[in-house]
């Protein structure tokens, strides 16, 4: 029975690092489109890759902070369910 727990426990956890590689993946090609529109023609060259990266890391940040929030609610909710 412990033994049979266990395996499911390593395999939840494994199938969950799969999907949130997964999901920071999808976050970051998200926030990269939605991070275009800030590179202006009017800024130098030179300014670019700052912008857009600083961008990158805060629309990300933002979004990974918001998809955490919801899967500790998820997994209290859960949790207390039971």
Known sequence: ?????TTAALLALTVSAA????????IHTAAVK???????SAL?????GAITAACVQRV????EAKYQA?????????????
């Open 1 to 5: 029975m412990l033994r049979t727990l």
């Open 60 to 63: 990300s940040a933002t979004a």
């Open 19 to 26: 999907q949130a590689e997964s999901l920071s993946e999808r």
């Open 34 to 40: 939605a991070c275009a529109t800030e590179s202006s």
């Open 70 to 82: 919801m899967a500790e609610a998820k997994t209290k909710a859960l949790t207390a369910s039971n």
């Open 44 to 48: 130098p060259l030179s300014h670019y």
